[in-house]
């Protein structure tokens, strides 16, 4: 057992991390990941940070591998915005962190999970550690690709690419790691797209996959306008759940140890001036990260909604390649039967389309109507 147990699909990756921790020559300060969603990146980084601390390079059994994979170890920390955008402040911060000499292990890991989300002044912030590193501190930023970072701080960064894992190994690593039967881990794999997280939440989240059959059998009802409006609203109201079912245990959780730590009674109705003002800020950052991740949701939607054309295309081109949506085969065919090609890539890029919309902060329903329009089947 190593530290590289867990991050799959990626050999390429592995041996230059691998070479990075065994040869001083070929370490450098700042590492870039990237991969698509669910690749591992964040896992990938956190494996590395293990390794740069454990006296044997990785062996996945000591107390500085245990404690740097869960987020305890003392000079390893893991920055993970659940806001819309990582501000300068923010990085500022991370940028006197980094300044400091470790104080346990070999090195001071300072790991990104989002660097595509800093904002300009805040990339700015931190372009200054990367330019005049500190000796024994090593950064690692994510992020999907390359482009979404800024490229001063890319062409600063040595650029580690991940791929898409394939659907036998993400249904392996569920079998092995989270004791998933073999049949639901290869589904959850598979209508995940490979994505690692999304399908461990398939698999162990019977209302999660209920969500997913909802969206997906959207695209054989929408055939008007008032389909297209109905879809639209069932699409955010689906999000919007997903949201709310994963947060509203965390939030709940965080007030209480807010209350907890500062003395508050939590049966009281009116809490004193000092604990009001903590709790608006708790608030504000809970609606921060609900809002991300609703939009993160719709996302998640769309992507799903998506494999089904994607499926109908292959069902017309006759490819000899597995359908995302097995399980939905009558959907798919439903749609494939009444679309012809060109209007299967139409669908498609309406979708596409959509996505690019919320990423730049229009209202996700507006968007979505937009995008329904564009999905109406032949009446």
Not at 177 to 188: E, N, Q, S, T
Not at 218 to 234: E, F, H, P, Q, Y
Request: charged fraction near 25%.
């Amino acid at each position: 057992m190593t530290v590289w147990r867990d991050v799959i699909g990626q050999d390429p990756a592995i041996a230059t991390l691998s070479r990075a921790v065994a040869d001083p020559a070929a370490m450098t300060h700042a590492w870039l990941f990237t991969g698509p969603p669910g690749s591992g990146r964040s896992v990938a980084a956190r494996a590395f940070a293990a390794a740069l601390q454990c006296p044997t390079g990785g062996c996945g059994e000591c107390r500085e591998c245990r404690t740097a994979a869960d987020g305890t170890h003392a000079d390893v920390d893991l920055i993970a915005t659940e806001g819309l955008s990582i501000k300068v402040e923010q990085a500022r911060d991370l940028v006197a962190l980094a300044a400091h000499r470790p104080s346990v292990g070999r090195f001071r890991v300072v790991i990104v999970e989002d660097a595509d989300r800093l904002t300009e002044r805040a990339a700015d912030a931190l372009l200054k550690a990367l330019e005049e590193p500190t000796p024994r501190t090593v950064w690692m930023l994510c992020a999907p690709s390359v482009e979404d970072v800024i490229i001063t701080i890319r062409s600063r960064s040595r650029h580690v690419r991940l791929r898409t894992p394939s659907v036998e190994a993400v249904a392996d690593l569920l079998v092995r790691r989270d004791g998933v039967d073999p049949p639901m881990a290869m589904y959850a794999a598979r209508a995940a797209q490979c994505h690692v997280g999304l399908a461990r939440r398939l698999a162990r989240d019977e209302n999660a996959r209920i969500r997913r059959h909802d969206v997906i059998t959207l695209a054989s009802k929408i055939r008007t306008v008032g389909d297209a409006i109905d879809a639209a609203s069932d699409l955010s109201t689906i999000a919007t759940e997903e949201s709310q079912a994963s947060s509203a245990e965390r939030d709940a959780a965080e007030r209480a140890k807010l209350l907890e730590v500062l003395g508050g009674d939590p049966s009281a109705r009116t809490q004193p001036p000092h604990i009001r003002s903590q709790l608006s800020s708790l608030e504000k950052d809970q609606k921060a990260r609900a809002t991300r991740f609703s939009r993160d949701m719709v996302d998640r939607a769309l992507v799903d909604l998506l494999s089904v054309y994607r499926d109908a295309l292959v069902l017309h081109t006759g490819a000899q390649t597995a359908l995302v949506n097995e399980d939905a085969r009558q959907t798919v065919q439903q749609v494939a039967q009444v679309l012809p090609p060109v209007r299967v890539l139409v669908a498609m890029d309406a979708i596409g389309t959509a996505r690019e919309r919320i990423a730049a902060n229009v209202q996700p329903l507006l968007a979505l109507e937009a995008m329904a329009l564009e999905l109406r089947l032949p009446r």
